[in-house]
């Protein structure tokens, strides 16, 4: 008896929808940003990136992506299999550089090399790199451009105009205290901040993507999910960080004497009302659509932070989840808001630091 296959969605241009004043929001959006930007090169005299600026590892590993796939998952990069090598870079999301000991969400990017056939942005059209950019929660709480928008402003605020001693308890305990805003004139101005991210142990957790991303002839989140014993045995565990670089050491720790495995997976969308794509707040069923396999992500034992390594993943490389197929566009009004985010951004860094702008051709480039 043959598998029973949902209807899944297919894509077209249909499935996005234009926000109202929607350029103009994406426009303030990223102005703020690269002003905050601007403040936080001051600070350190060095330019960082405005999101998922501080980085915990950066690793070398490869993709396996599986044989066999029905259709509905034999598309855009995985419709043969194939082993492709991977960059993968482990942060956490706010745009400074805070101890670990501050909660905050946390990042993994893969950059996957080799892929062939057109990318989706024109000055990139020639490279063989794909990026999927994934944070380990399923949803963003603000799902929505105006939402976004509205967000980056009060939090420029905050960073250009509050005492630091703000910042760090807004992280540490998840509201903004009262007395602390009313000093510095912002009381009235920011809402309670999301509650602090679980200290869950960060080569357990499950990365998912911001938002949806077109799949081929479908649309669908991404995620990467620990595979391997070792990383299962760590998912949900709590672990305490009492250094400024504990997540740092965490992961060079693990990967000095062993390797991992983690499954790159897709959720397919099967309805536009309940999993929508212009509302990232909203975390899509699985019990409607589960996440199936698409392929293994292979990482061998390795220096997993060394100074040269450091310094090409931080200053170098740029991760961008339109370093695309147009088949794995990503999709909703936050993710076309970062078509102009994140250009701006890596610009004025490498502009900066004075580094060139190098999306890599083989894995040889990353250093050891």
């Keep these: 008896m043959s598998e029973i296959v949902p209807p899944y ?5 249909g499935v996005e929808e234009i926000q109202p004043n929607e350029q103009e929001l994406i426009n303030e959006t990223v102005e703020s940003m690269a002003r905050v930007n601007r403040f936080m090169f001051e600070k350190h005299r060095h330019a960082i990136r405005d999101a998922h600026a501080k980085s ?3 690793l070398r590993g490869e993709l396996h992506v599986y044989p066999n796939l029905p259709e509905h998952l034999a598309q855009g990069m995985f419709r043969e299999p194939k082993i492709y090598p991977v960059i993968i870079r482990l942060s956490s999301a706010p745009g400074s550089i805070d101890p670990d000991t501050q909660s905050a969400v946390k ?5 996957i090399i080799g892929v062939e056939g057109k990318k989706f942005l024109p000055d990139q059209a020639d490279e063989v790199t794909q990026d999927f950019l994934l944070v380990n929660d399923t949803i963003i709480p603000t799902g929505d451009i105006k939402s976004y928008h509205d967000m980056q402003l009060r939090q420029e605020k905050i960073i250009t105009n509050a005492p630091e001693v703000v910042t760090k308890l807004m992280t540490e305990a998840g509201t903004l205290v009262n007395q602390a805003l009313d ?4 009381k009235k101005e920011i809402p309670l901040v999301v509650p602090p991210h679980p200290n869950n142990h960060i080569l357990g957790e499950t990365f998912t993507t911001l938002g949806a991303i077109r799949f081929g002839d479908y649309v669908s989140k991404i995620s990467v999910a620990p595979l391997s014993a070792n990383v299962q045995l760590l998912t949900g565990e709590q672990v305490k960080i009492t250094e400024p670089a504990g997540w740092r050491d965490l992961v060079v720790d693990f990967f000095r004497t062993q390797g991992a495995e983690y499954e790159l997976r897709a959720q397919l969308c099967t309805d536009l009302k309940t999993m929508p794509v212009e509302d990232g707040s909203v975390d899509w069923p699985q ?3 589960p996440y199936q396999g698409l392929g293994k992500i292979v990482i061998q034992a390795q220096d997993a932070f060394s100074p040269a390594r450091r310094a090409f993943a931080d200053d170098v490389l740029s991760f961008n989840p339109f370093h695309c197929l147009p088949e794995h566009l990503p999709l ?7 078509i102009k985010a994140y250009e ?5 860094r490498h502009r900066m630091n004075a580094q060139p702008r190098l999306e890599p051709r083989s894995i040889s480039q990353l250093p050891d």
Aim: no cysteine.
């Design 344 to 348: 701006t951004s890596t610009a004025y």
């Design 287 to 289: 019990d409607q659509s």
């Design 56 to 58: 915990h590892g950066i």
């Design 9 to 13: 969605v297919r894509f077209d241009s």
């Design 332 to 338: 909703g009004s936050i993710n076309r808001a970062r």
């Design 183 to 186: 000093a510095v004139g912002l």
């Design 107 to 111: 990042g993994l990017a893969v950059k």
